[in-house]
């Protein structure tokens, strides 16, 4: 049973995982294109996302327990899957492989797009110091601009 249980809930986990990985992309888009305004709608989303995945990963940390405590080994996949029936075992094998891929997938995303987030950062605070120089948007003394 928990094995099962497990099976869907490491499934579940990497589905939630990828809709933010997804989310992320859509993000990181909207920031090169300057569609700020799609910025709010997918943080709303991206923490809903996150949610329904870190209520996936509790799940999934309490099924590992119980299965290890059943059968006697460590918590980990890895552990569980060698004591397992080939049949259960190389399901939950997959299913493992596949959400350390999304989750290594995540990882690098998020990397990019805080990147990306600094570097914007930067721009604006480099534009707003030259735009306080220059007295808030008037002309430099001097500086005649009406023609």
Request: net charge negative.
């Amino acid at each position: 049973m928990w094995s099962s249980q497990l099976l869907q809930t490491l499934r579940r986990q990497t589905e939630a995982i990828r809709q933010v990985v997804d989310l992320v992309r859509q993000q990181r888009e909207a920031l090169k294109e300057g569609r700020l305004e799609l910025l709010n709608d997918l943080l709303r989303s991206t923490d809903k996302a996150q949610r329904e995945a870190a209520a996936a990963e509790s799940l999934r940390k309490t099924s590992v327990q119980k299965l290890a405590a059943e059968r006697d080994c460590e918590p980990t996949l890895d552990a569980l899957v060698a004591q397992m029936p080939e049949v259960d075992a190389q399901d939950i094998q997959e299913a493992g492989t596949a959400l350390r891929q999304v989750v290594s997938e995540a990882q690098d995303e998020m990397n990019t797009l805080s990147t990306l987030v600094e570097e914007y950062k930067a721009l604006n605070e480099m534009m707003l110091g030259e735009w306080r120089r220059l007295g808030g948007g008037g002309m430099p003394p001097g500086l005649d601009m009406k023609g």
